[in-house]
């Protein structure tokens, strides 16, 4: 039995976790505050962030310029700026977006001289990472408890992973309270992206019995609360999502996530379609795949068991959740799959994807109707 586990983060959750816990802040003197342009001020986290920076007597630079799909650039020049304000600490608030750029912010803070394609090299990159903490105001990445930071390069069109030992998060610090003012339909595609991590660790060859255990855990509360298909979600279905995520996020830092996610990618940069519902639209694609593996078709039983459910019910309803609709001619089909054909996360499930396949799939989907 494979039991490693490997989590240096200090998670702290619940209602309250932030503001209870201040002193988990105090990991430098100057902090730069990395988030996008309302959603931390909307919801209170940037209010509570600050003030208890304030308590602590620590100095603040906010840079508040993160959008979706955060470019390599923007990242960069929030760890120039980091460097040149003296910051030792980064605060990364938001959903997935502004947490992975914290990642990367970090790292470029303690190597300002390099360029923005070294922040890949590990040998350019000679100095560790600011420290980091993450305070996540949606329910669906959990970058808060892994090392990965999912950026998009200078052409637009691709994204690509950074990782290395320093880019976990010291601190996570989980409030449900930030989810509270999300949109439905924001609620809808996170709680997606999270149910994804679960499945996709689940079913990697890569899983431990720690993974696993913390798979299941998610996709359990995650499935409880989406089968409902509430009008409006409780402040107890958010508290769910929430803790549901987080450990979601920790059963992919021990595997990575599988081949939902690369195809996602291009509708996501392309056509806009937001991260969670773009996983959610290959669902179907994902179990029937990995249903022909003997391995895979076992574990995907076990894994729907746990949820509640069965795996024709799931390839039903996670794509009805998404409510994807595009319509593609072949020649943008073949420019969607060619950005994404070489990702390494078809390799970690039991059924790997052909180049061939990935192409079907998109046909399948997404093929214009002649008329």
Excluded at 176 to 197: I, M, N, R
Excluded at 198 to 214: G, H, R, T, V
Excluded at 277 to 304: H, M, Q, T
Excluded at 319 to 337: K, Q
Aim: hydrophobic letters at 40%; glycine letters at 8%.
């Amino acid at each position: 039995m494979n039991a490693s586990f490997y989590l240096p983060t200090r998670v702290i959750a619940g209602r309250g976790a932030l503001a209870k816990n201040a002193a988990a802040l105090a990991l430098g003197k100057h902090a730069l505050i990395v988030t996008g342009r309302k959603s931390a001020r909307l919801c209170g986290a940037l209010d509570d962030v600050t003030a208890a920076l304030d308590a602590l007597g620590i100095g603040y630079t906010l840079f508040d310029r993160i959008a979706e799909n955060p470019p390599l650039l923007t990242c960069y020049e929030g760890g120039r700026l980091a460097a040149e304000v003296g910051a030792n600490l980064v605060i990364g608030i938001g959903g997935g977006s502004p947490m992975d750029a914290a990642k990367a912010i970090a790292a470029f803070a303690a190597n300002p001289e390099i360029e923005p394609l070294a922040l890949y090299d590990a040998e350019k990159r000679v100095n560790r990472s600011l420290p980091i903490v993450a305070v996540p105001t949606t329910a669906g990445t959990g970058s808060e408890v892994n090392p990965y930071a999912v950026v998009t390069l200078p052409d637009g069109l691709r994204k690509k992973t950074f990782t290395c030992d320093d880019s976990w998060p010291c601190v996570a610090l989980v409030d449900p309270k930030y989810t509270d003012s999300l949109p439905y339909g924001t609620t809808v595609s996170t709680a997606l992206d999270a149910f994804a991590h679960a499945m996709e660790s689940y079913l990697s060859p890569k899983s431990s019995a720690f993974s696993e255990a913390a798979a299941l855990f998610a996709a359990e509360r995650i499935w409880d609360v989406l089968s409902q298909y509430p009008d409006e979600f409780t402040p107890e279905m958010r508290d769910a999502l929430s803790v549901a995520s987080t450990a979601a996020g920790m059963a992919i830092s021990v595997t990575g996530t599988g081949f939902p996610h690369p195809l996602g990618y291009s509708i996501t940069l392309l056509d806009g379609v937001p991260h969670g519902r773009a996983c959610a639209a290959f669902a179907e694609d994902y179990i029937a795949y990995n249903e022909k593996d003997p391995v895979g078709k076992e574990r995907l039983s076990r894994f729907a068991a746990a949820c509640g459910t069965t795996t024709k019910v799931m390839k039903t309803y996670l794509p009805a959740l998404a409510e994807v609709e595009l319509s593609f001619t072949e020649e943008e089909i073949e420019t969607r799959v060619a950005l994404i054909e070489g990702a390494k996360n078809y390799k970690n499930s039991p059924y790997v994807l052909s180049p061939a396949e990935m192409r079907d799939i998109y046909r399948r989907l997404f093929a214009k109707k002649r008329r």
